[in-house]
Nanobody, 123 residues
Framework: EVQLVESGGGSVQAGGSLRISCAAY????????MGWFRQAPGKEREEIATIDGLGNTNYADSVKGRFTISQDNRKVNLYLQMNDLRSEDTGMYYC?????????????????WGRGTQVTVSS
């Protein structure tokens, strides 16, 4: 059974930094596209960053230049380094992924999802 488990969320003041992690159990994600999604209160879930097996990354405009997605070489740990956090970054953050051929698609429809980790940014 594939499980994705997020950790590292918490509360931080605006301008601060936080790193969240996602660990895979039951598989690694060799040949997958992995991504971070977030859902703010009252808003739809949005894709904010993706990474493929070769390390190619994509970011939503709202986080570009502030957030960095990365993975370990074993492809079992995914990270999101978040800098210069803003109140609008508050939300539940989810990692998710699926097997792909080639690079990540423009819109990742993930097969596997974690349960999320809460990030709260206070101004």
């Amino acid at each position: 059974e594939v499980q994705l488990v997020e950790s590292g969320g918490g509360s931080v003041q605006a301008g601060g930094s936080l790193r969240i992690s996602c660990a895979a159990y039951g598989t690694n994600w060799v040949g997958w596209c992995m991504g971070w999604f977030r859902q703010a209160p009252g808003k739809e879930r949005e894709e904010i960053a993706t990474i493929d097996g070769l390390g190619n990354t994509n970011y939503a405009d709202s986080v570009k230049g502030r957030f960095t997605i990365s993975q370990d070489n074993r492809k079992v740990n995914l990270y999101l380094q978040m800098n210069d956090l803003r109140s609008e970054d508050t939300g539940m953050y989810y990692c998710a992924g699926r097997s792909v051929t080639g690079v990540c698609p423009g819109d990742l429809t993930a097969k596997y999802w974690g349960r999320g980790t809460q990030v709260t940014v206070s101004s």
